[in-house]
């Protein structure tokens, strides 16, 4: 693929020469760009990026370039973010200026721009303050919501105990809890896990992650601006129309049944602010922005939270160590007889430095999502224009050497002080950071801790192979790493 792409790209070398001289003269007047490795016109830097490993490529470009350098996708410019500090100057320091966002063009055909998460300007704005009042209004960060993990939790030991100690992929049912918690938000309802409706939206959502990671995936946002002159190209992308088309049936079922005096649910609230605002021609309110923001809401509230658990297992499965301490903390400060709830976090030290670990080293979106800058601006001394994309790589955040005393390895100390004490680190950016941070970060982190914790409370987990041949290597590793498959068993304690 990569050669043949080449190839083809290169034929137009010589005619494309001329406006690529043109257009690098006027940039130069405008100020200096970041360094990077000089680009070829059309194919931009595609000898020094193998497009099926963006990220390996990336990498190894940051260690001759820097932390803060420029690459050509094709011949669109990109910003690389490398590291804790060059991060933290854009998204911190410069949050406005760099709260744009990009829709990776495989991405494109599904949101169009439309949705709390690939929106702009004030689209983004409005939407991402109304979609984080009715997080709120639900229960988002406090005691209602925390009962409702719980109780799905509850679902899931219940499950567990079924296996009878038998091994088991456990993919599916954390899927299946995660889901749940941001469905009962979103339509105002849990799904038995049974229910063939729930099963089938489980699978779109694993596909759209597992496509939206595949080396063409990659590929093709790389080299779009040319693939799409190929006739059908699209038809290689991941079609999400059964997904929308979920979605809609959804939002006419609470249609139906609507009634303004008391909201059910996202959808309701959202239909509430559409008719308040049906005279304005600008507002946007509407049923395109409720589909796709719900569509933002499921797929950022489920499978992110999922295979972050799953990563949990894998790393409790081998290094048992760690797994024993966690137990006997558990023991310590909850017990038995009793659910573990959100006030234990501060007793229990250890396995919040575990859950941040996991999450650190599980790694799940490694890019984040593309920004954009909003307006000309000026970072390290280097001219970024207005419309440039910006890639930061939290991979870099998480793994910076700066910030973390082993960041290579797993381990919990990362995150503990001298005294056994928890110790944020403000590297720790899994959910991003910024303006564009995600938007369920603080339902996230409950979701973990209870999960985590009522799951080892109840069961050991265990491997079918020993603790040092356990693989984490993903099975596909662009938008998101996709832990590999893992059959364990549980064991009651």
Known sequence: ??????????????????????????????????????????????????????????????????????????SRPVLVLCGHQAVKEALIDKAEKFSGRVCMPSMVPTFQGYGVGFANGERWKELRRFSLAVLRSFGMGKKSIEQRIQEEAQFLLEEFRKTKEKPFEPTTLLSHMFTNIICSIVFGNRFDYEDKEFQALLVMVNEFFWEMSTSWAQFYDVYANYLNYIPGIYSKLYDSKDLRLFVAKRIKKNQETFDPNFPRDYIDCFLIQ??????????????????????????????????????????????????????????????????????????????????HEVQRCS????????????????????????????????????????????????????????????????????????????????????ELFLFFTTILQSFQLKSLVPPEDIDLTPQESGFANIPPFCHLSVIPR
């Not at 005279?279 to 972050?308: F, P, R």
């Not at 990563?311 to 007889?337: N, S």
Request: hydrophobic share 35%; net charge neutral.
């Open 274 to 355: 559409m008719e308040k605002e049906k005279d304005n021609s600008d507002s946007e309110y509407n049923i395109k922005n409720l589909q796709l923001s719900i569509l933002n809401l499921i797929l950022g509230g489920s499978e992110t939270g999922s295979c972050t658990l799953k990563y949990g297992f894998l790393f409790l499965t081998k290094y048992p160590e760690v797994q024993a301490k966690v137990h006997e903390e558990i023991d310590r400060v909850i017990g038995h007889d009793r659910v573990p709830n959100t006030e234990d976090r501060r007793q229990m030290p250890y396995t919040d430095a575990v859950i």
């Open 1 to 74: 693929m990569e050669w043949a792409g080449a190839v083809i790209l290169l034929l137009v070398f010589f005619f494309s020469c001329p406006l690529l001289m043109s257009s690098k003269r006027k940039r130069l007047h405008k100020g200096k760009p970041p360094p990077g490795p000089t680009p070829l016109p059309l194919i931009g830097n595609f000898l020094q990026m193998k497009s099926s490993e963006i990220l390996k490529s990336l990498l190894k470009l940051n260690e001759k370039y820097g932390p803060v350098f420029t690459v050509y996708f094709g």
């Open 363 to 446: 790694d799940v979106l490694p890019m984040s999502l593309a920004h954009m800058v909003t307006c000309d601006t000026e970072l390290r001394g280097y001219l970024i224009p207005k419309g440039m994309t910006v890639y930061p790589i939290l991979s870099t955040v998480l793994h910076d050497p700066t910030m973390f005393k082993s960041p290579n390895a797993f381990s919990p100390e990362n995150f503990l002080d001298e005294n056994g004490c928890f110790k944020k680190n403000d590297a720790f950016v899994p959910f991003s950071s910024g303006k564009r941070n995600c938007l369920g970060e603080v339902l996230a982190r409950m």
